[in-house]
């Protein structure tokens, strides 16, 4: 069992920068894949960044690559997406995600935290 708590979401203008965090708590954190998915108002969750285990393999939506860089601390039991050039079209619910593949879609996540919402104003 694996507990997330997100943090670190808030308003910024377009252009500027945030630094997403979560922790999480339970065993065999350094076993799971980690990622972080959004939700827009009426959209459905998609996904925005993942890592491996080891933190050594990385993937990004095409829309954010470039721009957000997720890395986690397997020491601290940390996952960040740090989030750079923001943009209007950024506004969702960030979550974190934890789950033993850990791929693009949410059905490979097992444990999900509450969310955090990003406001990019134009």
């Known amino acids: 069992q694996v507990q997330l708590v997100e943090s670190g979401g808030g308003l910024v203008q377009a252009g500027g920068s945030l630094r997403l965090s979560c922790a999480a708590s339970?065993?065999?954190?350094?076993?799971?894949?980690l990622g972080w998915f959004r939700q827009a108002p009426r959209k459905e969750r998609e996904f925005v960044s993942a890592?491996?285990?080891?933190?050594?393999?990385?993937s990004y939506a095409d829309s954010v690559k470039g721009r957000f860089t997720i890395s986690r601390d397997n020491a601290k039991n940390m996952v960040y997406l740090q989030m750079d050039s923001l943009k209007p079209e950024d506004t969702a619910v960030y979550y974190c995600?934890?789950?033993?593949?850990?791929?693009?879609?949410?059905?490979?996540?097992?444990?999900w935290g509450q969310g955090t919402q990003v406001t990019v104003s134009s």
């Open positions: 995600a934890a789950g033993w593949v850990g791929d693009r879609s949410t059905q490979t996540y097992d444990y």
């Open positions: 339970g065993r065999a954190f350094s076993s799971y894949a």
């Open positions: 890592i491996r285990r080891s933190g050594g393999i990385t």
